[in-house]
């Protein structure tokens, strides 16, 4: 670690470091979603990427998947599992004084923050297309992460989600929202 | 994989070259223009559980990508004291799920030879 104190630390969705994580078709560069890093960068931001739920669980050969899919006790204890390594190191930074922030994937089924992806009607045979819907809510991960934090008495760590995979995404204004959100957070320390 | 721009190609990072400190060697940037995602390392300041499962899910998540035909590497830091040991302890991880450690760049911060390096990889069977 640097011997500076940071502004912040943020703990970032894996695929936004590498984008080899992704379902197939999901990838939008070689390996580094730079919009994010730049961000995180101007502003001294450390880094701290987390594990990728269902590339861990899943496999890289998965189909893509809605909330309802992916919500069973084997794949909760999963994310939960990786949750608790998460939460150790977000309490690590904490425990320094550092404003600690975890920015996730929005409209993901593990990683949303905000909105997730929904259909209840999706299995069987894999030819249900973008009939999914955006739904408000965390996904497994996030829930799970969110459930590890409040038993360690750690409640106040700000979120947010980067939103490129939602329709009519505005490179330009998540820049300047997450610059916003990294200002503010720094703000609260 | 129509219209997916992955690289096929990962580099499981230090800490510190994934968080320079001031005019440090920014790996991420070489990483980004020579199409290699990247799998971070934990600070090796971090308690010892912490990292323990941290290092258990870079090495799961690593197997799928070997198994896959991926091009793998590690990248660390040369001055880092505490390298050696948490390199050890990433074998020892891979080691029980049947890897060995990956093609090693240990990095003095020489922009150009991380980059040679990166380059230099075969391309990965995944890509082909």
């Known amino acids: ?189 | 994989m129509e219209g997916d721009k992955r690289g096929f190609r990962v580099a499981v990072c230090a800490d510190a070259l994934v968080n320079p400190g001031p005019g440090g060697l920014d790996a991420l940037a070489v990483c980004e223009r020579t199409g290699f995602g990247v799998m971070q390392l934990p600070a090796t300041w971090y308690p010892e559980d912490v990292a323990a499962g941290w290092l258990e899910q870079v090495a799961e998540q690593l197997d799928e990508y070997l198994r896959r035909g991926y091009a793998v590497v590690l990248l660390t830091d040369a001055a880092d004291a505490a390298g050696p040991a948490q390199r050890t302890a990433l074998a020892a991880a891979l080691a029980t799920i049947g890897h060995e450690l990956p093609p090693e760049h240990a990095s003095d911060g020489d922009e150009p030879a991380l980059e040679a390096f990166l380059r230099a990889q075969p391309v990965p069977s995944a890509a082909a």
Request: hydrophobic fraction near 35%.
């Open chain 1, 1 to 189: 670690m640097t011997e500076s104190t940071p502004p912040g630390v943020a703990f970032v969705a894996h695929c936004l470091l590498n984008q080899n994580s992704k379902t197939d078709g999901g990838a939008r560069c070689p390996g580094i979603y730079s919009p994010l890093v730049d961000v995180l960068r101007e502003r001294g931001w450390r880094i701290e990427q987390m594990p990728c739920p269902e590339h861990g669980f899943l496999g890289l050969h998965r189909f893509w998947l809605v909330k309802e899919q992916a919500d069973t006790l084997a794949f909760r204890r999963h994310c939960r599992r990786q949750a608790v390594v998460v939460a150790g190191a977000i309490a690590a930074h904490l425990e320094r004084g550092h404003e600690v922030v975890v920015i996730g994937l929005e409209g993901s089924p593990s990683m949303g923050m905000r909105i997730t992806s929904s259909n209840d009607e999706w299995g069987g045979r894999p030819d249900a297309g973008d009939s999914y819907r955006l739904v408000p809510g965390r996904g497994i991960f996030s829930e799970e992460l969110e459930a590890e934090l409040a038993e360690r008495g750690l409640t106040d760590v700000r979120t947010t989600g980067i939103e490129h995979q939602l329709p009519g995404h505005d490179p330009a204004v998540e820049r300047v929202q997450l610059g916003s959100f990294l200002e503010e957070s720094a703000r609260g320390r």
